[in-house]
């Protein structure tokens, strides 16, 4: 008799399930294997990738600023200039609107390369002038000491003997060879200057053209992201990637915006107070407000150091208005500025400023808050569903009064606001 095979979709799910499963610690065990490899093709490939990666980044920048003076400025412009060809108008103010676009970019990069190594230049020069001084009266102080006290005169001139050995010995067995080492580090910094330069003319010229044909690169992605998924999970994706857009330019229009008037503060205090250094200070404090939390320590620490080595108590006048300043940003001008761009709360700002400076160094520090709010929304978005899905409560504050909920009915038994912990709970209607 012939035995007929019974068909059971049960058994084809648990052979996809184990099949997924089997592939899942396949690929796994090949990029654990393998990680170096992979490691370092990427590496290449995003150094290869460099200049368009800049390109992308200056260009998402400067596109609010861009759309705006399109908008506002220069298209109606453009409408009264060319009234018969509408095209022309548009091409006009496209035109105009990245052309001034780019420029202001390039002038604040300007500046800043210039007012840096400048203001740096009059730094050292004062700390050099006010260590004249301090050598001076460490000199005179020195030989008095020793002039009074003949014993301390012949223990320190025995040891000031043994260190000129030593210092000769040093020169001569360790600092010579190391010269050719350093050389080779002079040798690398210049490259990587030189790779820089070409990263950002690259990236200008990209984002110039992303810039100018910005509805042709939008619509290229639509019409791959459709493609590739279905509608529904083109949808999602999209929905997604706005998400995305919308918090990390809120984010960074909103801490660029407050970190030029934290700056500025900063540089018109030092005027006033006559704090030397005024200029590399406040461009200090203010480029590294951009980092959430840690950012004003950052910032502080080496603007203190600078002021320190020419009066010390300038140095201490400027830690305290840096505390005041501070204070008024993270209460008043941030809040005001930023709104609810964040809407994660002070502890998970410090976690993602902490693990993403562990796992990326700097660009986590800039970026971690940001790709936080992102990864933490989607989260909650998934848990709010599996709880509407079961029909529970998918509030956080619903959760606050709940005391538990029954496994088998479903029912709600809040707490008592009495006495949460000695009182019969309160049973609430089934959700």
């Known amino acids: 008799m012939r035995y007929k095979f019974r068909w059971d979709k049960k058994y084809l799910y648990w052979g996809i399930t184990v099949f997924c499963v089997g592939g899942l610690l396949g690929l796994l065990t090949l990029l654990i294997t393998r990680f170096p490899d992979i490691s370092g093709a990427v590496s290449k490939l995003t150094k290869v990738l460099s200049p368009f990666i800049w390109g992308l980044v200056i260009a998402y920048l400067l596109t609010p600023l861009k759309n705006w003076m399109e908008r506002a400025l220069f298209l109606p412009l453009g409408r009264k200039l060319f009234k018969k060809t509408k095209k022309k108008g548009a091409g006009f103010a496209r035109f105009l609107s990245v052309f001034i676009s780019l420029l202001l970019f390039l002038l604040i990069l300007a500046a800043m390369v210039y007012l840096i190594p400048v203001q740096l230049v009059d730094a050292i020069e004062s700390i050099s002038a006010a260590s004249v001084d301090w050598i001076n009266a460490l000199t005179n102080w020195a030989e008095q000491l020793l002039a009074d006290n003949p014993e301390v005169e012949a223990y320190v001139t025995g040891l000031l003997g043994n260190a000129n050995k030593e210092i000769t010995d040093w020169l001569t067995k360790s600092v010579a060879p190391q010269l050719l080492d350093i050389t080779k580090v002079v040798t690398n910094f210049a490259g990587s200057v030189l ?11 990209v984002s110039l053209y992303i810039l100018a044909n910005l509805e042709k690169v939008k619509a290229g992605c639509k019409r ?3 493609s590739i998924f279905s509608l529904n999970a083109a949808e999602k994706i999209r929905d997604g990637i706005d998400f995305t857009h919308r918090t990390f330019m809120g984010f960074f229009s909103g801490k660029l915006l407050d970190s030029a008037i934290i700056g500025l503060i900063c540089y018109v205090f ?4 006559g704090i030397p250094s005024a200029g590399l200070v406040s461009v200090l404090v203010g480029v590294t407000n951009i980092i959430p939390f840690f950012g004003p320590f950052i910032g502080a620490v080496p603007s203190a150091l600078i002021i320190l080595a020419t009066s010390p108590v300038k140095c201490l006048i400027f830690i305290i208005f840096v505390i005041i300043l501070q204070q008024v940003d993270g209460n008043i001008i941030g809040p005001k500025i930023l709104g609810g761009t964040t809407g994660i709360n002070g502890f998970w700002v410090m976690f993602s400023i902490i693990v993403g400076a562990g796992l990326f160094g700097f660009w986590g520090m800039l970026l ?25 409560p998918s509030e956080m504050e619903d959760y606050q009064t709940i005391d538990h909920i029954d496994a088998v009915t479903h029912e709600v038994i809040r ?16 959700v």
Request: contains cysteine.
């Open 195 to 205: 790779v820089a330069v070409y990263n950002l003319v690259v990236g200008i010229v």
């Open 224 to 226: 791959l992201l459709y």
């Open 270 to 273: 030092c005027l006033i107070a």
């Open 368 to 392: 971690g808050v940001p790709v936080f709010v992102v990864i933490y929304t989607f989260i909650d978005k998934l848990v709010k569903k599996r709880l509407e899905r079961s029909d529970l």
């Open 415 to 430: 707490k008592t606001p009495e006495d949460p912990s000695a009182a019969e709970p309160e049973k609430a209607e089934s």
